[in-house]
């Protein structure tokens, strides 16, 4: 195995419920220098591993591990952190407890400060739910946080992209092998269908209209539908995907003991330098919901991804994408003004 | 029962089947008069029937049957018309053939002239499914229909749109009780998945952020999800429903031996006085998608409805995007002028 785990003993959720002998998955990459102040964290996103994320660190990149100690924890659910599918009875499978954003990132700040007494982060990034899980970084500890650089993704799950949710889930139950979570093999038909549902969410209508997916080698859209996206769901552990579900759906940076719900104190607590990034043409994590966000960040820039790439475009399939934000991570980390 | 039935004898269609004792439903509303020239042609859209059209029909109305004779014709599948629901062996429940947009029109053509001895339409106009049938019309019969209203609908079914099809009808046919399309009880958690995904495309990102649905009487999204969306489709046959999905997604008004296949030409091709009425905020018939047809269409006009419905801006729920839809048909119905 690539990755390392930290063990986090009995941990006590956001709903109350504790979850037992509870362990984060998570990879690094570069060292930790001797200030400790070279740290990159970079969560993962629904249905994603750490190693879905390794297309944005490189030595010419800006995540460059020759200068940062980048850190990608596994979230909750994924498989690789506790989940349904690797917790022991009385939490297995859909026993699983709901996690939110918030537990997600309360045990990450345990990874970095117990394991590797890290107290500052140079950089919270992520994309789609890792880029939630980097504004609740931002709102749970603003002043430990000095740059923040979420791309397509939002502060909160806004109520559009609850519905695309009620829509994906529906989508793998229909499927009666999925058996209220208690399966022994594969429910292979939701699967598909949860692919299939997502087709139409994940790129945009001009990515579909120009055929673009030809640029990823798939000579025909039956081809890119059936292998691309069922694919991209059919080696998943059905349950991890609908306790992912859960997280994403509840997701809400101000939900919590320190903003009381109070999204708006939430956003403007955030003292990180922060560059927002939507993808002009996501479809539901909007560009309009991110400008809203980025008004109530105090040191916030909003810097769109023009990209008819649709959600993915921040999945590091498309060249002029993955430079977009790799240029812009980079302005931002050469940034050493003092925040405001 | 409120309609009339149009007996058609053995269709021959495009596919090379022969639908056997084919009918169309209708319903007219108005009176012919002598010179048969107040004839609005008004198709059915995706799952509706004729009753569905009914909200833009009155005497205040564009669509006023004091002065017009309006002919709704159920499209082929909706389960009034010839469907998978009411047709015998061998061609009943999934073995119905498939029906193209050119062989409904052509269908509804038979009944105007055959029927009614119309030579003239002053108006083709529908929502939707509705919409890409009367583009129909005007590619079909250029020299007969005067002008074209299609909102919310495109000429021919776009990438996107396509993938969004193959989206709900894999939550239809994910439901094991589906059967292949053999079933003696409706496959109802397919059929409620299909509304539940459907939930997501029908109305807009800001429709949900605002809290819309309370217009319309819901409490709460959850209830609106429930009620109103997997109450679209419950009580529909799945296999109609999937019959008018392939009709949909093969929509194209140059897919016939009059085009070829060559789009622009069958988009030059039309002669009427046409308003394009895209819903600025759809996301599947899309604006984008309408101004090119437009763009292609001689006498065209490009008339977004400007309004965060979504795709339902145009099915009578909202008065604004009513209203905006009545005023416009009215404008285009009094201009007499000579067509270009």
Chains 1, 2 share one sequence.
Request: aromatic share 14%; proline share 5%; hydrophobic share 40%.
């Amino acid at each position: 195995m690539d990755y390392e785990i930290f063990e986090l003993g009995d941990v006590l959720l956001q709903s109350g419920a504790i979850l037992p002998q509870a362990f984060l998955a998570y990879k690094t990459y570069g060292t930790l220098n001797a200030n400790k102040d070279n740290v990159i964290i970079f969560p993962t996103s629904f249905g994603d591993q750490h190693y879905q994320n390794e297309w944005l660190i490189g030595a010419n990149k800006a995540l460059n591990p020759e200068k940062y100690f980048i850190i990608i924890p596994n979230m909750l659910g994924n498989g690789l952190s506790s989940s349904p599918s690797n917790t022991a009875s009385p939490f297995e499978k859909a026993n699983f407890p709901n996690v939110t954003i918030f537990d997600n990132v309360a045990l990450q700040h345990r990874l970095i400060t117990e394991r590797f007494g890290i107290n500052q982060i140079a950089l919270a990034t992520g994309w789609s739910m890792g880029a939630i899980q980097a504004f609740q970084w931002g709102a749970s500890y603003p002043d430990m946080v000095e740059r923040l650089a979420p791309f397509a993704g939002t502060a909160k799950t806004w109520p559009h992209n609850a519905v695309l949710i009620e829509g994906i889930r529906a989508a793998l139950q229909a499927d009666a092998a999925w058996n209220k979570g208690v399966y022994t093999a594969p429910p292979e038909v939701g699967l598909r269908t949860l692919g299939r549902v997502y087709a139409s969410w994940g790129f945009s209508q001009a990515f579909y209209r120009e055929e673009r997916f030809k640029e990823l080698g798939y000579s025909s859209l039956s081809d890119f539908i059936s292998q691309f996206w069922e694919g991209s769901f059919i080696h998943s552990d059905a349950n991890d995907l609908l306790a992912m579900m859960w997280t994403w759906q509840h997701s809400d940076i101000s939900k919590n003991p320190i903003y009381g719900g109070d999204f708006t104190l939430a956003l403007h607590s955030i003292k990180a330098r922060t560059v927002v990034m939507p993808v002009r043409t996501d479809l539901y994590f909007t560009p309009e919901d991110s400008e809203y966000e980025t008004k109530h960040i105090p040191n916030a820039t909003f810097r769109p991804i023009e990209s008819i790439w649709g959600h993915l475009a921040g999945f590091g399939l498309n060249p002029a994408d993955t430079d977009f934000i790799d240029c812009t991570l980079k302005e931002l980390l050469e940034k050493n003004e003092t925040r405001t």
